[in-house]
T-cell receptor, first 116, second 111 residues
Framework: GAVVSQHPSRVICKSGTSVKIECRSL??????MFWYRQFPKQSLMLMAT?????????EQGVEKDKFLINHASLTLSTLTVTSAHPEDSSFYIC????????????FGPGTRLLVL | SQQGEEDPQALSIQEGENATMNCSYK?????LQWYRQNSGRGLVHLIL?????REKHSGRLRVTLDTSKKSSSLLITASRAADTASYFC???????????FGKGTTLSVSS
């Protein structure tokens, strides 16, 4: 089956630093990937849609300068949380839509971010 | 994209019992997908049912779709403790659009 990986799986950082999270589709190409965040016991909230070769589309209320998204290849999208603060602590999950058979999406295992 | 709404929000059963959870949505779809999320993990794709299908099976899972009522149900038969997780439905309209999730159904299966 289609596999999506995320790296790192968990990260602890100091307030004010930047953290980069990678999302890779391992066995398929994905022009389109999505980034979500999830707070404890809540649902996934869509943050942005990432398209290879173009700017990401951000959901309302998501700061594009705070959450930088780069989709540099058909198998890799990165989310950088800039100048992280404790309120950015969350579970970040990506998903990828296969270019072939574009009727479903596959999710990564998530990245747990803790900002101290 | 549209959001699916799962019902009930929480369900507690004993091992061996069947678990049924429901999903409602608002507008037309191409397909509807069910995902499972174990605590602290990513989402696992369980099953996809297309708009022209009424029922689909995969192992112990049975999914139905009623497009006239804009609803779907997921039945897990002979549940196991390992089925304990949150379950989400996701109506899918168009390629390139994100799946939007509701609050899900939290299933607890006790042994």
């Amino acid at each position: 089956g289609a596999v999506v990986s995320q790296h790192p799986s968990r990260v602890i950082c100091k307030s004010g630093t930047s953290v980069k999270i990678e999302c890779r589709s391992l066995d398929f190409q994905a022009t389109t990937m999505f980034w979500y965040r999830q707070f404890p016991k809540q649902s996934l909230m869509l943050m942005a849609t990432s398209n290879e070769g173009s700017k990401a589309t951000y959901e309302q209320g998501v700061e594009k300068d705070k959450f930088l998204i780069n989709h540099a290849s058909l198998t890799l999208s990165t989310l950088t949380v800039t100048s992280a603060h404790p309120e950015d602590s969350s579970f970040y999950i990506c998903s990828a839509e296969p270019d072939r058979g574009r009727e479903t999406q596959y999710f990564g295992p998530g990245t747990r971010l803790l900002v101290l | 994209s549209q959001q699916g709404e799962e019902d009930p929000q929480a369900l507690s059963i004993q091992e061996g019992e069947n678990a049924t959870m429901n999903c409602s949505y608002k507008t037309s779809i191409n397909n509807l997908q069910w995902y499972r999320q174990n605590s602290g993990r990513g989402l696992v794709h369980l099953i996809l049912i297309r708009s022209n299908e009424r029922e689909k099976h995969s192992g112990r899972l049975r999914v139905t779709l009623d497009t006239s009522k804009k609803s779907s149900s997921l039945l897990i038969t002979a549940s196991r403790a390992a089925d304990t997780a949150s379950y989400f439905c996701a109506p899918f309209n168009q390629a390139g659009t994100a799946l939007i999730f509701g609050k899900g159904t939290t299933l607890s299966v006790s042994s």
